[in-house]
């Protein structure tokens, strides 16, 4: 099992409520949150104490790109889907505009979940909150 995980460094107070109401309303369509049974990866993020997100996941067979090895465009998803529900817990709608990665070593399906704070770049434009009526 692979857990996506992403800490972020501190910024507006984050929830789970803000988290689960901002995806139901900007991000109802999700790939790697829709069930798999609707054809997507089924993760189900969820807000963590310190400021980051977690979503536990075991992939299957046939989304690994060599035997015991994630297909590297899943592992940017998982990555992708972390950072976008990060800023969700904060009530921030955002979209992704471009994601470059390096990878340094495979991602198994087996591994252990590794907090990524370190590799993440500050926005280059300040965020704006969601623009969402009752915001919890």
């Known amino acids: 099992m692979t857990t996506a995980r992403i800490m972020p460094a501190a910024a507006a107070a984050p929830t789970e409520d803000r988290r689960r109401f901002v995806q139901r309303q900007a991000h109802p369509h999700c790939f790697a949150c829709a069930a798999a049974a609707d054809g997507g990866l089924g993760l ?21 790109g060599f035997d015991g090895i994630l ?5 940017a998803t998982l990555l992708d889907g972390a950072m976008v529900h990060v800023l969700f817990a904060r009530g921030i709608v955002a979209r992704t505009a471009g994601l470059s990665m390096r990878y340094r070593r495979p991602l198994r399906p087996s591994d252990r979940p590794e907090p990524v704070n370190r590799s993440l770049r500050p926005f280059r434009h300040q965020p704006q909150p969601a623009q969402t009526p009752n915001l919890p």
Do not use: I, S, Y
Not at 71 to 75: A, E, I, R
């Open 44 to 64: 189900a993020f969820r807000a963590l104490a310190g400021g980051g997100v977690a979503a536990d996941w075991l992939c299957p067979a046939a989304f690994q």
């Open 71 to 75: 297909h590297g465009g899943l592992t």
